[in-house]
C-alpha cells in the first residue's frame, strides 16, 4: 500500500515506526511529472531498503526568476498512481509554506574548501542558473532532516547535482549512504526529463544529437585520446552544427570533483547542456579509465 501525506508528523510517525522495527528506509526525492527515469530510481530504492518515500516539490528556491517553475509540469493524482506501482510506501507531497515556514532564512551554500578547492557547485549548471544549487542543497538538506533516511536515490542525469549533494553530504555529516542510479533513455537514447514534453516533434528529433555526441566523445577516450581539449572541441562543434540547438555548455570533468581537466588521467564525466527553443536539456556520459591507468 501507498500512503499520500503532505504532513510533516504523518511523515515523522510513519518513518519513526518503521525505524522500530528495524526498516530501513529509502528516499527519492523528484520534482513530479513522472517518467520512467524517476520509476526506476524507485524501484532500485526498494532494492537498496525495507521502506520507500519519494517526494514530490516542485522546488522554487532552485529556478531563477526567468525560469520555468510556474509551468514546470504537475501532476499529483497521476504520480501517485504510479508509485504506488513501482513500491513505494510513502509519497510525501509538501506545500512551499511546509518546506519553507515563515519564508525560512537558513539556506545551504557550498563555497571554496579549507585550502581553496573549489566545488562541484562551480560552472557548467551553476553558470547558466546562478542560485541553482543553493536552492538545490537547501531543499535535500530539508528533505534529509525531514524524512531521515538510511540511504537516498539521486540520478547521474544531473550529475553535477549528484556531486553536489555527495560533497553536501560528507561536509554535513550527514549519515545517509548516497546511490547514484544510471540514466534512463528513450530508444534513441535521448535521456527522459520532464521538460521534453516541452519539445515539438521536430525538436524532440533533433534531440538525439546529444546522446549520439556523447558516445562519440565517449569512444574517442576509451580509443585512447587523452586531449581533453581536443575531445571537447569535437563535442561542441557536433552540438553547434544542429540549428535547432544553442550549446550552453559540453565539458569533461574529474568524476570526483567535477572540475574540468585538459588532459585525462583519471575516470571523467562529460557533461552537456543545450538550449533546444527555450527548454534546457542536460545529459553526460561517465568515462571510465582502464584501471592499471586511473590514478582513482
Ligand atoms: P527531477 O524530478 O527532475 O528533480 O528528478 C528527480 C530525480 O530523478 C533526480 O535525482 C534526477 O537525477 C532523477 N532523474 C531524472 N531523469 C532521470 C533519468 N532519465 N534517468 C535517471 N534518473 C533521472
Known sequence: MCLTTDSVEALRELVRRWKRADERVALVPTMGALHEGH????????????????????NPTQFGPDEDFERYPRRPDEDAALLAEHGCDLVFLPDVETI??????????????????????????AAFRPGHFRGVATVVAKLFNLVDPDVAIFGQKDAQQLAVVRQ??????????????????????????????????????A?????????????AIQAGTRDARAVREVMR????????????????VDAET????????????????????????LDNLRVDLPRQESRS
Open 39 to 58: 520509476l526506476a530510481l524507485v524501484r532500485s530504492a526498494a532494492r537498496h531498503a525495507d521502506r520507500v518515500v519519494t517526494s514530490v516539490f516542485v
Open 258 to 281: 567535477f572540475r574540468p581537466v585538459d588532459t585525462i588521467e583519471s575516470d571523467v564525466i562529460l557533461p552537456v547542456a543545450v538550449d533546444v527553443g527555450g527548454t534546457r536539456l
Open 207 to 219: 534531440a538525439a544529437r546529444i546522446h549520439a555526441t556523447l558516445r562519440a566523445a565517449a569512444e
Open 100 to 125: 519553507y515556514p515563515g519564508g525560512s532564512l537558513t539556506f545551504v551554500d557550498l563555497g571554496d574548501g579549507l585550502a581553496g578547492e573549489t566545488p562541484p557547485s562551480t560552472g557548467m549548471e
Open 237 to 252: 562543434d557536433s552540438l553547434s552544427a544542429e540549428p535547432l540547438f544553442e550549446l550552453n555548455y559540453a565539458e569533461i
Open 168 to 205: 553536501m553530504v560528507r561536509d554535513l555529516h550527514f549519515d545517509i549512504e548516497i546511490v547514484g542510479h544510471p540514466t534512463v533513455r528513450e530508444a534513441d537514447g535521448l535521456a527522459m526529463s520532464s521538460r521534453n514534453a516541452y519539445l515539438s516533434p521536430e525538436q524532440r528529433a
